[in-house]
């Protein structure tokens, strides 16, 4: 399976963005879905996750309520509406997925950068 990332950018605090993440090469609502990031010098974080059926998400703390994903199985596509930016949120952001009952995400897509400025 490949995912391929886009959508990122540079924003001002506040703003918006909308991530894409294409799936091909499976079933794509085989897969829940998850979205991650990782910022210079700092571990890679669990962002966002969705289920097959696009019926049960789960957030981090940090982007709760300002964050949203959603996927559009017909599309193979996973998304990540990223609200009210702030400059902390700059990462590199990664779609994963994982073919459940597995815990693991076993495929990687190859990021997209979001950069907030103050």
């Known amino acids: 399976v490949q995912l391929q990332a886009s959508g990122g950018g540079l924003v001002q605090a506040g703003g918006s963005l909308r991530l894409s993440c294409v799936v091909s090469?499976?079933?794509?609502?085989?897969?829940?879905m998850g979205w991650f990031r990782r910022a210079p010098g700092k571990e890679r974080e669990f962002v966002a996750d969705?289920?097959?059926?696009?019926?049960?998400?789960s957030y981090a703390n940090s982007v709760k309520g300002r964050f949203t994903i959603s996927r559009d199985n017909a599309k193979a596509t996973v998304y990540l509406q990223v609200d009210s930016l702030r400059p902390e949120d700059t990462s590199y952001y990664y779609c994963?997925?994982?073919?459940?009952?597995?815990?693991?995400?076993?495929?990687w897509g190859q990021g997209t950068q979001v950069t907030v400025s103050s």
């Open positions: 994963a997925a994982r073919l459940p009952p597995k815990s693991v995400y076993e495929a």
């Open positions: 090469g499976r079933t794509f609502s085989t897969y829940e």
């Open positions: 969705i289920n097959r059926g696009g019926t049960s998400t």
